[in-house]
């Protein structure tokens, strides 16, 4: 059995991390694991929330919002796991997700991360994995989530058979992401000039590259209330957004998709 470190990042997220930190308690019994929370210089009362109902979880608080993939990074350095499960502050465990990929992980040993069926409240399947983008794809994403949008109970019966079983992916999103520690540090962690977005599509892309495999396993799941993240700095996530897009498309694809993809956001005005 491998010690799980289970990090989450917090920024102002006290709405939804009590919530959190107790499904985690409730679920993890006779789990060997820590919780590290790195907390960005949260303005609420989150670091009280922790200290006095959550003592036994390790809280790093930071003077300054450090981004998310820069937070993460820290707590690496004090977690003392085999597996590491990179977990937002607005989800809520169901059940021992964080054993079950464990488990996985040390039954596949060409798997690099690995991820669950994420679900809204209702228990519908949330989007959180895909192929590798490229400007194409990405597209075409678009699409799908506005169509999603609009028509989400058609769609989540449609999803409910496309990622109804194990498969290898492209990406997972970081709201709930388990990784090999030695493999996190062969990839020396998150990009930090990702402060926020696509940072958990970067990671994904260099396990790739590492020839490991990335896997999505439904036959574990969470829920994931979504707003947790950006709910605070709406103004700014918008920003965050194109800048992590942009780093990403010089990073892995090259000046003629990024020509390509400046030219589609300049016809758009979003930039």
Known sequence: MSKISIILVNYNGQQFL?????SILDNLQNTDYEVIIVDNASSDDSIKIIKDDFPSFQLICSDTNLGFGRANNLAVKYSQGDHL???????????????????????????????PRI?????????????????????????????????????????????????????LTGACLMMRKDVFEKLEGFDELFFMYFED????????????????????????????????????????????????????????QTNLLKLYLKFLNKV
């Open 18 to 22: 009590e919530n959190c930190l107790k």
């Open 85 to 115: 499960l990179f977990l937002n502050t607005d989800t809520i465990l169901t059940e021992n997700t964080p054993k079950v990929l464990s488990d996985y992980l040390n039954q596949n040993k060409e798997v690099g991360a690995v991820g």
């Open 119 to 171: 679900t809204f409240q209702d228990g519908s399947y949330q989007i959180s994995c895909g192929k590798l983008l490229n400007i194409i794809v990405e597209l075409l994403y678009k699409i799908r989530a506005n169509l999603d949008n609009r028509w989400h109970k058609f769609f989540s019966i449609l999803y409910d058979r496309i990622y109804s079983k194990e498969q290898e992916i492209g990406w």
């Open 201 to 256: 599509v970067d990671i994904c892309k260099r396990v790739h590259d590492l020839g490991l495999k990335v896997v999505y396993y439904p036959k574990t799941s969470l829920i994931h209330l979504l707003g947790g993240s950006g709910h605070n700095i709406k103004k700014k996530v918008s920003v965050y957004y194109r800048d992590s897009q942009l780093h990403y498309y010089q990073k892995h694809l090259g000046s003629f």
